[in-house]
């Protein structure tokens, strides 16, 4: 499983696959400077001369240009050990979807998809979703399905509760557990 994560919330995790996705050394992890922006790239998004989607195209451009390394590919490599072990990469960035992490977690599923994989990279440190429009009580059901369950994946940051809405496998539109196969919930539509 991969999460990432902020440098903020280094001092909570006791990971022991940890790594760092920057250029510049952080005491305690190894660093993965492979998988971070070009710094000239990063300077030009963090000062606004190019806007977000530029930022994107030409980070993914650079992910799939360490990608085609083969056997020496980092980020191959990663998505590979993922899969078998617990990893979390930290970045430099605040919390929030528009970050280099959420590029590079988008690119990994997408490396799993093409493979036939389930598995999905959890950002531990983007916005958290919107609001549910469950009941109160239907939102304790789902926390105590989500305490029994096996295939739930436990976001551990402080401002999301413990439910299945987190997991990783709910299409919350409908209420249904992918993995499982069937609602969670069985909620009437007003």
Known sequence: MLYLDTFENLAQDKT?????????????????????PAAELLEKWQAQQIGWDEFERAFKDQLRAEYRKDEKSRLKGLAKYCLANEVVLYS????????YRAILAEVINSIWERSGETTRAVDRAAEPAEESALSGEH???????????????????????KSCLRCEYLDARIYTCAK???PVINYKWS
């Open 16 to 36: 022991q696959n940890r790594f760092a996705i920057s250029h510049e050394a952080v005491e305690g992890l190894r660093t993965l400077p492979e998988l971070a």
């Open 92 to 99: 430099p960035e605040p919390p929030g979807a528009q970050t």
């Open 139 to 161: 939102r304790t059901q789902m926390e105590e399905i989500a305490e029994a369950c096996e295939f739930f994946q436990a976001v551990a940051t402080t401002y999301l509760r």
């Open 180 to 182: 499982l196969g069937k």
